[in-house]
T-cell receptor, first 115, second 112 residues
Framework: AQTVTQSQPEMSVQEAETVTLSCTYDTSENNYYLFWYKQPPSRQMILVIRQEAYKQQNATENRFSVNFQKAAKSFSLKISDSQLGDTAMYFCAFISSSNTGKLIFGQGTTLQVKP | ETGVTQSPTHLIKTRGQQVTLRCSSQSGHNTVSWYQQALGQGPQFIFQYYREEENGRGNFPPRFSGLQFPNYSSELNVNALELDDSALYLC???????????FGSGTRLTVV
């Protein structure tokens, strides 16, 4: 069974600084996708960034980038130049290429950006 | 292009009652998945509907059931509500079971 683990329940960072959120996962599959979702108090899950497992190059989206280590089954999210609007709960998620119906989420990391 | 819309936003029910939650998929999306998110936890997959048929189910009892309509809107029905059913219920839609899911803002269900 696939699992996703986020070992940091809470983190904080000063505005304009950089923070890294950790995520590890477990799967026996070779083809899959990994995601980071942001859930602000409005409750809607917003896709931050995604990574295809077959791509070695780390995905980047503006201030957000990932460090994808397939052999170590690690998928961390780096937020550069943190902004107050980045305050939210962040979820790491996994989906298998053979079962694209089921997103498997980690427990989440609450990130607070301080002014 | 509209996003995913869920109704109602909040709901309070009594233990033993039945509840129906509704989801309107993003335009062009024919796949919908439902998730249960307990407070402070990650969402858990309940089931998925693709072209009006159930296409996968998580570890939830049969009293959780669903429907998808020809216009691809969807319902989640929960019978015999239990206190532990109190959670945020999220709906997510995509096109052709593609992994590009768009989420709604959820329905907060409280069972008392």
């Amino acid at each position: 069974a696939q699992t996703v683990t986020q070992s940091q329940p809470e983190m904080s960072v000063q505005e304009a600084e950089t923070v890294t959120l950790s995520c590890t996962y477990d799967t026996s599959e070779n083809n899959y996708y990994l995601f980071w979702y942001k859930q602000p108090p409005s409750r809607q899950m917003i896709l931050v960034i995604r990574q295809e497992a077959y791509k070695q190059q780390n995905a980047t989206e503006n201030r957000f980038s990932v460090n994808f280590q397939k052999a170590a089954k690690s998928f961390s999210l780096k937020i550069s130049d943190s902004q107050l609007g980045d305050t939210a709960m962040y979820f790491c998620a996994f989906i298998s290429s053979s079962n694209t119906g089921k997103l498997i989420f980690g427990q989440g990391t609450t990130l607070q950006v301080k002014p | 292009e509209t996003g995913v819309t869920q109704s109602p936003t909040h709901l309070i029910k009594t233990r033993g009652q039945q509840v129906t939650l509704r989801c309107s998929s993003q335009s062009g999306h024919n796949t919908v998945s439902w998730y249960q998110q307990a407070l402070g936890q990650g969402p858990q997959f309940i089931f998925q509907y693709y072209r009006e048929e159930e296409n996968g189910r998580g570890n939830f009892p049969p009293r959780f059931s669903g429907l998808q309509f020809p216009n691809y809107s969807s319902e989640l029905n929960v019978n015999a509500l239990e206190l532990d059913d109190s959670a945020l219920y999220l709906c997510a839609s995509s096109f052709e079971r593609n992994y590009g899911y768009t989420f709604g803002s959820g329905t907060r269900l409280t069972v008392v």
